[in-house]
C-alpha cells in the first residue's frame, strides 16, 4: 500500500513538473534548418549580383562600401580567421583569412593585393546554387555543389562550392568556410 501512495504521489510530482516545465522554461535552441541554408546561400548570390550593380552604376568606392556590409553581415570575421579560398587567386595569397583579404577579392583596387580585379565587379546579373549535397549537426551546416553565375553578356561561369556555415549565440548566420574553384577540365 505504501508503494502504491509513493508511486501516485511521484506520478503526480512528475506530471506536474512536466507541465510547468513545458509552460514556462526557456528554451535555446541554436539548431540550423535547411531553409536557412537556401536562405545563406541565395543571400550570397543576391549580395554578388547587387555587389556587381552598384559597381557598374555608382563605382567602386560604392560597391567596396556594399561588399564590405554584405562581408561584415554574412562572413564570420568577428569571431576569427574565415577559411576563404577564392576561385581566381594565386599565391601567395591564395587564402583569405582576413576580411580584408576578403573584401580585396571582392572589389580589388588594395595595394596590399595586387593581383585582386574584383571579381564582384564582373558585371554579375544572376547567380544559383545547386547544391550536391547539404550536412546539417547542430549550429553547424557544410555545403557542396556548384554556384553558377551569369554575367550581362549572357555568359555563364560554374564555379564549384564548398560552405560551412555557423549559426552562433545571437542566432546570427555566419560564413565560416568558403571553398571555390573551377571546374577540373581534363585534356
Known amino acids: 500500500m505504501k508503494r502504491t501512495a509513493i508511486f501516485a504521489v511521484a506520478t503526480a510530482a512528475g506530471v506536474f513538473c512536466a507541465a510547468a516545465q513545458a509552460q514556462s522554461a526557456p528554451v535555446y535552441n541554436a539548431n540550423i534548418t535547411e531553409a536557412e541554408v537556401l536562405a545563406a546561400q541565395q543571400g550570397w548570390c543576391n549580395a554578388l549580383v547587387a555587389i556587381s550593380t552598384e559597381f557598374e552604376t555608382s563605382g567602386r568606392d560604392a560597391a567596396k562600401t556594399l561588399a564590405g556590409q554584405v562581408i561584415d553581415a554574412a562572413y564570420g570575421y568577428n569571431l576569427g580567421p574565415v577559411l576563404f579560398k577564392p576561385t581566381l587567386t594565386v599565391a601567395p595569397q591564395t587564402f583569405r583569412p582576413t576580411r580584408a583579404g576578403a573584401l580585396a577579392y571582392f572589389v580589388g583596387g588594395d595595394p596590399d593585393f595586387p593581383n585582386d580585379s574584383g571579381f564582384a565587379l564582373k558585371g554579375w546579373t544572376a547567380c544559383e546554387v545547386r547544391n ?54 581534363a585534356g
Open 132 to 185: 550536391a549535397a547539404i550536412s546539417i549537426n547542430g549550429d553547424i551546416a557544410h555545403t557542396i555543389g556548384n554556384v553558377v553565375i551569369t554575367n550581362k553578356d549572357n555568359e555563364v561561369t560554374t564555379v564549384d562550392k564548398t560552405w560551412a556555415f555557423k549559426k552562433t549565440d545571437d542566432g546570427k548566420f555566419r560564413i565560416m568556410l568558403h571553398h571555390s574553384s573551377l571546374p577540373y577540365s
